[in-house]
């Protein structure tokens, strides 16, 4: 309770500090509006916003399960898999070195102005991680019980299953968190290239009529959206593989 104190205290002073900014620097609402301005955008646009932060939530949760899912068969065909390993390693590594901004409008040529370019996007800019937490976690296994198991004659795939797979189940939740936090900015992006609904969308459409509440507003909504999916991913982690 003293940390939520903390944090709601924290937020209250940079909130008054905004506004006195804007009171005494007399700054025009299309530059910077205060944050009673932004509150009152957020009410009265808020079945706008509403609709619009729905389509995100949508393309962001598709994306975050896909992505999760492709993260860890990756990791599993790395471990397993010596020639997946020495193939795949270097085409993860050259993925990240492509700007995934720079891959959007040909997603959005592949797939259209629907959701699934903006899934597409929130699925690469998450694959990484994952299967970089998971696969690590992987290769840590504990080597007795892996000496163990090969003095008790158990199969390869067996080990994998039931000891190298449990063993990095923590691992493979990291990388969900980090996966949680990065797939709103994927869909974003998918947005801004191209988009008829969405909370990025809607803050390039504020953006062209200098409706800078607006954007805030919606900000402010993604911002939320964020939070709470992190705060579900990780009491699902903690709940699933961490006790």
């Not at 990291?174 to 990025?200: F, H, K, Q, T």
Request: aromatic share 10%.
């Amino acid at each position: 309770m003293t940390r939520v104190f903390r944090i709601f205290g924290v937020i209250l002073a940079i909130l008054l500090a905004w506004q006195t900014l804007i009171w005494l620097a007399q700054m025009p609402r299309f530059i910077l509006p205060g944050p009673v301005a932004v509150i009152s955008t957020l009410w009265t646009s808020r079945l706008l916003i509403a609709q619009n932060a729905l389509v995100t939530a949508t393309e962001v949760g598709i994306g975050l399960v896909l992505g999760a899912a492709a993260g860890f068969a990756s990791a599993l065909l790395l471990v397993a898999s010596p020639l997946a390993r020495s193939v795949l390693r270097p085409m993860l590594v050259f993925s990240q070195a492509v700007p995934v901004f720079a891959l959007a409008p040909i997603l959005t040529l592949w797939f259209g102005y629907g959701i699934w370019s903006k899934v597409a996007m929130a699925l690469l800019i998450i694959y990484f991680p994952v299967t970089s937490a998971f696969f690590d976690a992987l290769m840590r296994t504990p080597r007795g019980w892996l000496e163990l198991a090969r003095v008790m004659g158990a199969a390869p795939g067996r080990v994998l299953w039931r000891i190298r797979v449990p063993a990095a189940m923590p691992g493979f939740a990291s990388g969900l968190r980090l996966a949680a936090v990065y797939a709103p900015i994927g869909a974003i992006i998918g947005e801004w290239v191209g988009a008829s609904r969405g909370l990025g969308y809607l803050m390039l459409l504020a953006n062209g009529r200098a409706k800078t509440d607006l954007m805030f507003a919606s900000l402010l909504v993604l911002v939320a959206l964020t939070f709470v999916l992190h705060a579900a991913v990780d009491a699902v982690c903690r709940r699933v593989w961490e006790g």
